[in-house]
């Protein structure tokens, strides 16, 4: 079982619709918790990070950890075109152990 | 505008040949990671440096990769000899451990290596 969990997609939406994105984790001494957006060709770029459980807003942006399931999400409202991208969720210990999710590639239609 | 470089931006090769490439981290940086990303695996983390000592390279082909920082403003990831499994997206991050909570890495645009 991989550390971290996250589906792949392809995931395909038209502009203007809420978009989940999920990851789920198997090491309770993950303490931080982020979403980067990689853009095609391009490295990733930090969206949000957290290190508590609850939710994190950032316009569009919603970033949801629940611990205790060893489960994060991000949301996304009224999706824009320029959304697309791959969303990877990244997660880290104490000792700065960072393990990425794979990734999920989201296409928002216009 | 601060940004991670990485040199060069493709690279084909064939199988056997030395490859080498190239970082500059963000002045003022003092954590550089190198990650490879494939389809099959994502993103994995290679090596991770902090003030250019390896801190952390469980996750490279000691008999094949090696990874240096000969100075604060250039780390290298050599592979040597190269082959097809090595074909994949090899990206530089860099970070300030001394200020930065969450630790944030700055990623570079990444080196596109295919191996013949």
């Known amino acids: 079982q991989k550390e971290v969990e996250q589906d792949p997609g392809p995931l395909s939406v038209p502009e203007g619709a809420i978009v989940s994105l999920n990851c789920t984790y198997s090491?309770?001494?993950?303490?931080?918790f982020m979403w980067y957006r990689q853009y095609s060709r391009k490295g990733p770029e930090l969206l949000m990070y957290?290190?508590?459980?609850g939710n994190k807003e950032d316009g569009r942006f919603t970033a949801q950890v629940d611990k205790s399931s060893k489960y994060i999400s991000l949301f996304i409202r009224d999706s824009q075109p320029s959304d697309s991208a791959t969303y990877l969720c990244?997660?880290?210990?104490?000792?700065?152990?960072?393990?990425f999710g794979a990734g999920t590639r989201l296409t928002v239609k216009p | 505008d601060a940004r991670v470089t990485q040199t060069p931006r493709h690279k084909v090769t064939e199988m056997g040949q030395e490859v080498t490439m190239r970082c500059q981290p963000i002045l003022g940086h003092n954590t550089v990671f190198w990650y490879r990303q494939t389809m099959m695996q994502g993103l994995e983390l290679l090596a991770y440096f902090r003030n250019r000592a390896p801190l952390d390279d469980s996750g490279m082909p000691k008999d094949r990769f090696s990874a240096e920082m000969p100075d604060a403003t250039l780390a290298t990831l050599k592979i040597q000899p190269s082959e097809p499994r090595d074909s994949a997206v090899y990206f530089c991050?860099?970070?300030?451990?001394?200020?930065?909570?969450?630790?944030?890495?700055?990623f570079g645009p990444g080196t596109r290596l295919t191996v013949l």
């Open positions: 990244a997660l880290r210990n104490n000792n700065n152990d960072m393990r």
């Open positions: 957290t290190y508590s459980s």
């Open positions: 090491n309770s001494a993950f303490q931080y």
């Open positions: 991050a860099s970070g300030s451990a001394r200020d930065n909570r969450y630790n944030e890495q700055f």
